[in-house]
Each structure stands twice: as C-alpha cells, then as structure tokens.
C-alpha cells in the first residue's frame, strides 16, 4: 500500500541553524506533497506544500525540494527559533484507490538556546 | 477563517462501550476525514467522505464507522470500544471533492479506553 517515511524521528538544533526532514514515497503517481506544523497542544497546520510539476517553493524561512525520480521530498528551515519547535509531518497524496492524504511518522525538532 | 470543531476534547470510556465522536465543519467544504494520531506513528487515515452519504475506508478501517448524513457533519463510530482504540482522533475538512489540498483540522479528542 501506499507509504510514507519520515526521517529523522528527532531533530535537535541550536538556535540560528538550519533543519532539514526528509521523507520518502512509495507510488510515483503521488502528486502533492505539504508539510504540517503540530505545536504542543495544538492541531496540525499546513505550512508549506509542493505540487510534481516544481522541484523547489520557498517562503521566508522554509523551503521544499522534491525529486520526482528518487521519490523524496525535504523541509528545510533556516535561521531556526525557538518557535521552531514543534512536530512537523510530510504528507504525500495518492491518487490510487481513492484518493487520499497519507501522512508521515513525525518529526519532533526541538531548537535550542 | 475554517472552523471545525470536534464535540468533545477529553473522553474516557469503558471497553464494550458504543462511542461517538462528533466533527462539524462550517465552511461548505465537501471532504472530510478522521485520523487518529499515536507517538512515533503519526496521523493516520481511518475513513474519509467526499460527498455525504458517501464514505470510503482508510489506511486502518478495522473497528470504526462512519456516518454523513449532512454536509457538515461527519461522525466517527466505535461499535464496542477497546483499550488499542486509546488515542487522539482528529477530524479534519477540505474543500474540493477529491482534491489534492489544504486540510484543516480540529483541535482533537483524546480518548481513553479503560
């Protein structure tokens, strides 16, 4: 079936540097991919996605990269805050047998001071 | 700004007991979904609906049903609740029938199972 992995489960940085989660996918016919934002406490939020016809969307400080042919995708934040810190969840959209948004394990990124 | 809005936020329940957990979206979004959410497993998809009276199963189905008799409600269904039911369930809305898209989600309910 359809899968998605999230590397890393854990994420420690110091204040200013930068992060980086990847994920991977299993179906190739996948064509959307977004990044939630889970704060303590708090539901999920959309914070950047990207659709199979880019390789690369900023925002400020985030960014996503994808590549189609290895079927991965990363979350790239730099000049990291404190405010960082919270899970973040890759997604990828399949379009076999209904489609539907499979979500990642998690990663906890806990920036530093 | 969307608002979906989950019944209840804390739940404590007893095994064998029938449990219903409410969602209601107010923004005339067509999708909606439930996942439940558990450490080092993340969200995942239990049953989806695209239209109402329309559903369609998850990644992990088993032990859950669902009901849209209106639009903006979408309910989730343990018909005899069980310890492993444990866990943060989390509905969530989107706009366009089958679209690849924004969700926006509830802020959860947490059932125990004891």
């Known amino acids: 079936g359809e899968n998605v992995e999230q590397h890393p489960s854990t994420l420690s940085v110091q204040e200013g540097d930068s992060a980086v989660i990847k994920c991977t996918y299993s179906d190739s016919a996948s064509n959307y991919f977004p990044w939630y934002k889970q704060e303590l406490g708090k539901r999920p939020q959309l914070i950047i996605d990207?659709?199979?016809?880019?390789g690369e969307k900023k925002d400020q400080r985030i960014a996503v990269t994808l590549n189609k042919t290895a079927k991965h995708f990363s979350l790239h934040i730099t000049e990291t805050q404190p405010e960082d810190s919270a899970v973040y969840f890759c997604a990828a959209f399949f379009t076999g047998g209904g489609n539907k948004l499979t979500f990642g394990t998690g990663t906890q990124l806990k920036v530093e001071l | 700004d969307v608002k979906v809005t989950q019944s209840s936020r804390y739940l404590v329940k007893r095994t064998g007991e029938k449990v219903f957990l409410e969602c209601v979206q107010d923004m005339d979004h067509e999708n909606m979904f439930w996942y439940r959410q558990d450490p080092g497993l993340g969200l995942r998809l239990i049953y989806f609906s695209y239209d109402v009276k329309m559903k369609e199963k998850g990644d992990i189905p088993e032990g859950y049903s669902v009901s849209r008799e209106k639009k903006e409600r979408f309910s989730l269904i343990l018909e005899s609740a069980s310890t492993n039911q444990t866990s943060m369930y989390l509905c969530?809305?989107?706009?366009?029938?089958?679209?690849?898209?924004?969700?926006?989600f509830g802020s959860g309910t947490q059932l125990s199972v004891l």
């Open positions: 990207i659709r199979s016809n880019v």
């Open positions: 969530a809305s989107s706009q366009q029938q089958g679209a690849a898209e924004k969700l926006f």
